[in-house]
């Protein structure tokens, strides 16, 4: 590992700022990790359906983040959490309540539960429906589940970014508002195995034939679920078969830069040439972020552990990018292990408190209308069916889901039913 503390961003700063963004940036991606970890109990523990995150990823977005700009857009996948934390346009205790599927969109700003969790996005829209300013916010376009489709629209945000930037009609008021003249760069991300799929290669070639602001980072973590790399990627390598797209003084096409997810200072710099090329330029450029990690495997659908060699998970303990920037940090003289490890229980606290607030905003309403039911079957005249019991199980419950409220109202009405059916039936046989 380079441990020259020599990235550009770095030359600006003294060192006590310098040191205060680096371990800022270790307490986030810390924090990141952990929802991650937690967020996979909540799965397991039957609160969330299914959850699939964004750990092992944690220090190249956060690294990605420092370099992008208001006005800028993101057309991603669901494992950028890390990104929107470090971009602040989403919380820990949103990201939960995106977990749960919170309906309400003040607790998931995402999509109010509508889609699954990882599902990521800004709003563009005013609550009365007029354009918010997006050259003065960061944006993110919403995300989609199908592997690869993020690609097209990253392609045309980029080409937005190109059209306002030659048109120079499009260099005042109202326009303003949505292009600083062509100055912005549109951030894609991608798992290795997706750059498998046809809009991904479609995506790259018009491109890199247009000539568009388009900043593409993939995440390599050398599987696609259980299929390594060598089953499904040409070279076991994109960057390797895409040279043929690099530019050179000939030609137009990609700036093609490789860096290691684990590597700190080096991801740094390797963002700050990319964006630089793809802001001034307009000259697409492809990020190939490899030796990424996946600690808890692809989703919570699975097990790594199942399809993963011993020695493969070792190396992925060892280089953990939350535990490389650790080490880092410490051989850096830019914290001690006193001051890291309090920046770990930190994080697992601020995480565990932002999950308990998540979920207790998420049960509100469903115990409101648990206690409307209760008060229901409490009042209900039964007429011989004892339906005492379904009141007590519902009370019962003390974090009821919907579904629980649902039953006891069917079993309510069933339990009704049958004497009324018994009348029905005396009467007709008279």
């Known amino acids: 590992m380079d441990q020259k503390i020599n990235t550009a961003s770095a030359e600006s ?72 934390f470090a971009i602040k346009a989403l919380n820990l205790q949103q990201w939960f309540a995106g977990l749960y599927a919170h309906t309400d969109i003040e607790h998931d700003p995402m999509s109010a539960g509508r889609q699954m969790g990882g599902h990521f996005a800004t709003h563009s829209l005013n609550a009365d429906g007029t354009f918010k300013p997006l050259s003065q916010q960061k944006n993110s376009s919403s995300d989609i589940s199908p592997t690869g489709s993020q690609m097209p629209r990253l392609l045309g945000l980029a080409y937005a970014s190109h059209f306002y930037k030659l048109n120079t009609d499009l260099h005042k008021a109202p326009f303003t508002d949505f292009s600083n003249k062509g100055n912005e760069v549109a951030f894609g991300t991608i798992g290795d195995s997706s750059t498998s799929e046809g809009l991904f290669w479609e995506t790259i070639n018009a491109a890199g034939v247009l000539q568009v602001p388009m900043l593409i980072s993939v995440w390599d973590d050398g599987h696609g679920i259980s299929v390594p790399k060598k089953y499904q990627t040409t070279k076991e390598s994109i960057s390797e078969v895409l040279k043929g797209f690099q530019r050179d003084k000939n030609g137009r096409g990609y700036e093609i830069l490789k860096t290691k997810g684990w590597d700190y200072p080096h991801l740094c710099e390797t963002y700050e040439k990319a964006v ?39 190396w992925e303990t060892d280089f953990d990018c939350v535990k490389k920037m650790r080490e880092w940090i410490i051989q850096n003289a830019l914290g001690t292990d006193t001051e890291l490890d309090k920046i770990e229980e930190e994080a697992k606290e601020a995480v565990k408190n932002a999950k308990n607030a998540a979920w207790a905003a998420y049960l509100l309403p469903i115990k409101e209308d648990a206690s409307q039911a209760i008060t229901l079957l409490d009042n ?27 039953v006891a109202v069917k079993r309510q009405f069933a339990k009704l039913l049958v004497p009324l059916l018994q009348r029905v039936n005396s009467l007709l046989l008279g």
């Open 276 to 314: 630089k090329i793809c802001r001034e330029e307009h000259v697409p450029v492809l990020v190939h972020v490899e030796e990424v990690t996946q600690p808890q495997g692809h989703s919570t659908s699975g097990s790594h552990e199942r399809y993963k060699s011993k020695e493969r998970l070792q």
């Open 380 to 406: 209900m005249i039964t007429e011989g069916a004892d339906i005492s019991a379904i009141r007590t199980d519902l009370s019962s419950i003390k974090e009821p889901i919907r579904k629980d409220i649902h």
């Open 13 to 84: 700063l003294s060192f006590d700022d310098f040191k205060k963004a680096v371990l800022n940036d270790f307490r986030l991606i810390n924090e990141s990790r952990q929802a991650s970890l937690l967020g996979r109990k909540e799965v397991l523990t039957g609160k969330a359906k299914f959850g699939i995150f964004g750990d092992g990823k944690e220090l190249a977005q956060v690294a990605m983040s420092k370099v992008f700009q208001n006005g800028d857009f993101r057309s991603g996948y669901y494992r950028d959490q890390t990104f929107m």
